[in-house]
């Protein structure tokens, strides 16, 4: 655990000696007030609450987070410092879990930052923070299987490129797959458990309870184990692939 | 203690390691000889188990690789090819990392860090990103992190690979002045590194141990060991010196004049050959006896196989 922490130090100062965290969390920022404003009308529906800021959060990490995921392994097979890594006494799972907890940490911290949106909301209003808190929690752990996801994507490949490819494709899919198009192209081929087993793979779906203030066990669940099932094959990943 | 049988790797078809078997003791400094491709990396990678092996069994202080990687990997340190690190870290927080991550805590971390930085003379360039060194003091960083740890292995993939003759020879000083019951590995291209540094040369072509024994022995394979090199200041009668006891073969280099007399097996050529040239009262002005050429040596026997 003590070298997770130690990991977990290294990259999380890493994302700011790079300007990677700066970059991410000015444009995480700018668009989700961009998004909730514009476009989901938070002034003009006349509502204390966050919820166009809230859904619009999926959209926004499905491009935002395999960009910042996609160095995390990449970049180490690229240079090498994977072999010095994996020779230190260290074991791939506390290199990956101290990797996967410094991004989610500055994806936590961007989540933070957009603050004034909630002091606005209680200014202008009496929104039930309760609820808020709970979106807040919701969104931080959709953030999370988003940042499995591509921290698997990135140990698949060398390029950066095709990791930040892959994951927002992979990504792509797991947002969509409860939606009537990604539905209607299987309904005629799949028995209708897996068709249901599909729909309730759908971030959409999971989150939009928890947008609305519900924290129940079987969303923050569903994501904890996408986030663990994830994590796991990108560790797998990496002892097949480390030595290419 | 390290202790090899049969170790084997391959990538795909391809046998990069084939049935490698040796020991090493403390105290052992060892280089590791053979063109590139040969395995030597491949076999660096199993030994810190950064590869796992398709076949064999490697043991080290009677632990076995990879299943106690961990606590192996806790008394190596090593220096992988192309000494990587992380490029945004300056030397000084990557050192800090390491050393953290080997256990290393407070006071003591501070004074290992304080002294592998002069130890390696990194003074000057603690406070810039490592991408921004030049070559050298990148490799620097990276022996600076395999010893801040006080390893009882070392693994060294080509320390002085694209350092300057001044460094490498600092390389070699901070490899002799370790102490001496420590097991050293270290794998180069350079064959007067292996003599300088080395009380052990193995050969590796083809993933195959060629030659496992001291340098010493190396060089008496070559053609060159106790040959006697003439040369003459102006020209001479030599064919005598062909028909001497002990001599083998005799060589002329035509171009620069040159005479090397090959002899047999265990003679000592050079009293024969000088009371000749001392009772012909021939013009000579250099004559000595070689010390055996390693790359003769090595490039017989790394190429055997091709011929």
Redesign the interface.
Known sequence: MN?TL??F??EF??FF??PVAYVFIAIFLILSGVFAFNIGGLYERGQADLIPFFNFHPWLYLFLVPAMAMRTWSEERK??????L??????IWEAMLGKFLAAWAVLGLSLALTFPLWLTVNYLGNPDNGIIVAAYIGSWLMAGAFLAIGLCMSAMSKSQVVAFILAVVLCFLFVLSGSDMVLDAFKAWLPPVLLDTLASFSFLTHFQAMAKGVLSLSDVGYFLIVIGVWLYAGLRVIEQK??E | MISVKNLSMSFGDFKAVDNLSFDIKPGDIVGFLGPNGAGKSTTMKMLTGFLNPTAGEIRIFEMPMPESATAIQKQIGYLPEGAPAYGDMTPLQFLNFIAEIRGLKGENKKQRIKEVIEQVELGDMLDRPIENLSKGFKRRVGLAQAIIHDPDILILDEPTDGLDPNQKHQVRELIQNLSKDKIVIISTHILEEVSAVCNRAMIIAGGKMLFDASPEELVKRSKYYKAVGIHFSKLADISGLAELEGVAEMEVDSQSGKVTLFPDKDVDLLPVVADYIQQRNLPVDTLYTEQGRMDDVFRMMTTEGAL
Request: charged fraction near 15%; glycine fraction near 4%.
């Open positions: 070298n130690i990991i130090k290294r100062s890493s000696a790079t240079s090498g410092s994977i072999e010095l994996m020779t230190l006494p260290v074991t480390k030595a």
